[in-house]
């Protein structure tokens, strides 16, 4: 029985995940409005507020959001690929052309407005790897097909880590999420996400220290996904082995010329084409992953030293030693997380009121309307409204999740359950930098933090998500 009605652009859209994201918008704006509020300036509604501009940009926002709630969810797939070319060239013409703004060179300038074209790249990448992946042939467990996957995810990432602007870049690594979702091996997740961890202490370590731990996470998660325990077990023993009396015979033969460290290494990559026969024979798949991606660390590795030294800012790195507890400098470096904890601490339970938090209005806290706009909820709503602002979010990363359980295409889930990826990574590095749990990434937080790009950029991310899920509901109402 099929229904006569008329269909509406309203009609199957979740207004549960809208409510929430009204509420969130509301919250950040009452937030902006405190943090920057001057009571020195007499015209309350002057657009040289903060409060004012951003109010804005949410009337645009929501003009957005109506416009892509009119679109036919057809046109998603079509200009997925289109929208992500065009934003890779967006990137780097912010790259060559852009302004310079906190030592990135990400924004494009337009009279008093500017820019961030990495916002709207990060929509136009979650739209690339939803129709990859939804391809009629495609298989997570296809060496080929997951690195396709892997080069839409990269080459942004790469161009925006040019652009010295690292925290956006590292962004897109949420992806990994989706691919777990889609049926990516957990003992290939895993992995992944131990190499990064020894990318970023890489500094601390000695390469011996690395060389050994990625042999054994990379051998160790193919056993695991094999089961074939006792020749992977065999063949640690052997590169061992074979290190240790290679490196004794040069040493009789040449004293000095060759240490252990380079014995493992020459070993390891010889050893390397054995491993390829003997997986291209029992064709393992897995091997192949396990393969590329100890390759892959093992190239990228050498410039791990140069990226810290060469590419990051002098701020950047000591962000990151300060996290590692490598410096401490609480009058510098230091000086922004200790401030935000301060203030967010002063907070109590209940908070000091709307206006009333001094931490926030003397300006102790930098940046407190944008990066650290959690800071402003903590002291002046206190513990309470802490917990309300990260509840709301939760419960919008949650709603998507569901969209993405309930679409009858591989398209919408997988859209949804990237752009959940997105805002849960942006939720748990920015409020996570401002108690001191994270390295400070200079990332926004969704909905919240003061700007226009962000705010639009997550509005089209997040109504996309809710148009393509409108749209199965639809279909799901008029079957009946």
């Known amino acids: 029985m099929t229904s006569n009605r008329h269909n509406t652009i309203f009609e199957g859209v979740d207004f549960g995940t809208v409510l929430l994201y009204v509420l969130i918008v509301i919250a950040g704006w009452l937030s902006i409005t405190s943090a920057s509020y001057d009571e020195s300036v007499g015209d309350l509604f002057s657009f040289s507020h903060f409060y004012m501009k951003q109010l804005v940009w949410i009337g645009a926002a929501w003009v957005v959001a109506l416009?892509?709630?009119?679109?036919?969810?057809?046109?998603?797939?079509?200009?997925?690929?289109?929208?992500?070319?065009?934003?890779?060239?967006?990137?780097?013409?912010?790259?060559?052309?852009?302004?310079?703004?906190?030592?990135?060179?990400?924004?494009?300038?337009?009279?008093?407005?500017?820019?961030?074209?990495?916002?709207?790249?990060?929509?136009?990448?979650?739209?690339?790897?939803?129709?990859?992946?939804?391809?009629?042939?495609?298989?997570?467990?296809?060496?080929?097909?997951?690195?396709?996957?892997?080069?839409?995810?990269?080459?942004?990432?790469?161009?925006?880590?040019?652009?010295?602007?690292?925290?956006?870049?590292?962004?897109?690594?949420?992806?990994?999420?989706?691919?777990?979702?889609?049926?990516?091996?957990?003992?290939?997740?895993?992995?992944?996400?131990?190499?990064?961890?020894?990318?970023?202490?890489?500094?601390?370590?000695?390469?011996?220290?690395?060389?050994?731990?990625?042999?054994?996470?990379?051998?160790?998660?193919?056993?695991?996904?094999?089961?074939?325990?006792?020749?992977?077990?065999?063949?640690?023993?052997?590169?061992?082995?074979?290190?240790?009396?290679?490196?004794?015979?040069?040493?009789?033969?040449?004293?000095?010329?060759?240490?252990?460290?380079?014995?493992?290494?020459?070993?390891?990559?010889?050893?390397?084409?054995?491993?390829?026969?003997?997986?291209?024979?029992?064709?393992?798949?897995?091997?192949?992953?396990?393969?590329?991606?100890?390759?892959?660390?093992?190239?990228?590795?050498?410039?791990?030293?140069?990226?810290?030294?060469?590419?990051?800012?002098?701020?950047?790195?000591?962000?990151?030693?300060?996290?590692?507890?490598?410096?401490?400098?609480?009058?510098?470096?230091?000086?922004n997380v200790n401030q935000s904890k301060i203030a967010i601490g002063s907070g109590g339970f209940w908070g000091k009121g709307f206006l009333q938090g001094t931490q926030i209005k003397y300006g102790f806290v930098p940046e407190r309307h944008t990066d650290f706009i959690f800071c402003t909820v903590g002291e002046e709503w206190g513990f309470v409204g802490a917990t309300v602002i990260l509840a709301l979010l939760c419960l919008l990363i949650l709603r998507l999740m569901r969209m993405g359980e309930r679409q009858e295409e591989p398209f919408g889930r997988i859209y949804c359950y990237c752009v959940a990826a997105i805002l849960l990574f942006h939720v748990l590095v920015n409020v996570g930098m401002t108690i001191g749990l994270m390295p400070v990434m200079g990332i926004p937080l969704p909905f919240m933090s003061y700007g226009g790009s962000s705010l639009i950029a997550f509005t089209i991310l997040l109504f996309i998500a809710v148009r393509l899920d409108a749209s199965t509901r639809q279909f799901t109402f008029n079957k009946f």
Not at 100 to 116: I, L, P
Not at 133 to 158: A, E, H, Q, T, W
Not at 283 to 294: H, P, R
């Open 67 to 335: 416009v892509v709630l009119l679109l036919d969810v057809r046109y998603y797939h079509m200009f997925a690929y289109p929208a992500y070319f065009l934003g890779l060239a967006a990137l780097v013409a912010a790259l060559l052309f852009g302004r310079e703004v906190n030592g990135a060179k990400a924004w494009f300038e337009f009279g008093s407005v500017r820019v961030q074209p990495v916002e709207f790249a990060k929509i136009a990448t979650a739209l690339a790897v939803a129709r990859v992946m939804s391809n009629y042939n495609f298989s997570i467990d296809r060496p080929g097909d997951l690195f396709k996957v892997g080069m839409v995810i990269c080459l942004p990432l790469l161009i925006i880590v040019l652009q010295n602007d690292t925290g956006s870049g590292i962004v897109l690594g949420s992806f990994l999420f989706v691919l777990y979702r889609e049926g990516l091996n957990k003992w290939l997740c895993i992995p992944v996400l131990i190499i990064a961890a020894l990318f970023i202490f890489s500094f601390l370590l000695s390469p011996m220290t690395l060389l050994v731990s990625m042999i054994l996470v990379c051998t160790l998660s193919e056993a695991m996904m094999s089961g074939r325990w006792r020749s992977r077990i065999v063949y640690l023993a052997s590169l061992a082995l074979g290190s240790i009396l290679l490196c004794l015979v040069v040493q009789v033969v040449a004293p000095g010329s060759l240490d252990l460290y380079h014995s493992l290494l020459i070993v390891t990559l010889l050893s390397l084409l054995v491993v390829v026969v003997h997986a291209f024979r029992a064709n393992l798949s897995g091997t192949f992953i396990s393969l590329g991606l100890f390759i892959g660390s093992l190239v990228f590795l050498p410039t791990t030293d140069y990226i810290f030294n060469s590419i990051l800012k002098e701020h950047q790195q000591n962000r990151i030693l300060s996290f590692l507890g490598v410096i401490n400098d609480p009058q510098g470096i230091d000086y």
